[in-house]
């Protein structure tokens, strides 16, 4: 029997927002997350791609009815949850390996904010992990330059899931 790939299906919806579905089955946003839009794309054949250990057939449907498709073999961008990098004083997920405290060669740009509830989840936008807020209430999110290069504002938004506490800024 030959070999067959994971078939990843984009319809793009109405309102803009994406259904998809791996092998039949839905694949869904993650949690927190809002609904799947274009701009999703590669997020979602990277995850596809890092999940199956295999390249994976992308098959687009257009609202106009027209149908894209083609083989993707590798993630479209580097995976940015490297648990090298120190994301908070308090992380939420206290069974992950511990971070590396090192400094790194290059200083990353950081977004600090104050006025959470302590120990609550702080969302970072462009949503790429949650960090914890410490005991006093205060969130601290390493972002990397490559992502901040995908924003024409270069903006971080700390979003806090209980406090609604929302602070926008550019990281030093």
């Known amino acids: 029997m030959p070999p067959v790939l994971p078939v990843v299906t984009m319809t793009v919806q109405p309102d803009a927002t994406l259904r998809v579905a791996v092998d039949g089955e839905p694949f869904g946003a993650p949690t927190f997350a809002p609904p799947w839009h274009r701009h999703s794309f590669a997020q979602i054949i990277s995850e596809v791609v890092e999940q199956r250990h295999s390249p994976v057939r992308i098959v687009v449907h257009e609202l106009d009815g027209r149908v894209y498709t083609d083989i993707v073999t ?55 992990r949650h960090t914890g807020a410490d005991s006093e209430g205060t969130a601290r999110a390493i972002v990397e330059p490559s992502l901040l290069d995908l924003s024409p504002t270069h903006e971080v938004i700390l979003l806090g899931r209980v406090s609604g506490t929302c602070i926008v800024g550019h990281p030093a």
């Open 74 to 128: 590798a993630p479209l961008h580097p995976t940015f949850l490297s648990s090298s990098l120190p994301e908070s004083p308090a992380p939420v997920d206290q069974t992950s390996p511990a971070p590396d405290t090192t400094e790194p060669a290059h200083p990353l740009p950081c977004q600090n904010g104050e006025g959470y509830v302590p120990g609550e989840e702080v969302a970072v936008a462009v949503i790429v």
